[in-house]
């Protein structure tokens, strides 16, 4: 139970992100380079989760990389045009 309550907390703690990128389509001061790799720890962690049949990890790394490769799809819709 106490590994699904920090999961949920800290997986969670992307949805403001997650919605203000959305409303605002602004990602200027959202880096490329630690989403990418965020993703990937992200992912492989899923994949740890899977592989071990844990599932607060499985479940929260899921969650997670939805939120966060939504963010990392934002950044690289939402690029600033350059004029």
Do not use: E, R
């Amino acid at each position: 139970m106490l590994g699904l309550l920090a999961g949920t907390l800290t997986t969670f703690s992307f949805l403001p992100q997650v919605i203000k990128t959305w409303k605002t389509k602004s990602t200027k001061d959202i880096s490329l380079g630690m989403f990418v790799t965020f993703c990937a720890g992200v992912f492989f962690w899923l994949v740890y989760g899977i592989l071990i049949n844990d599932i607060p990890v499985i479940v929260t790394n899921f969650v997670t990389l939805i939120l966060a490769s939504s963010i990392l799809w934002m950044k690289l819709k939402y690029k600033p045009s350059k004029h």
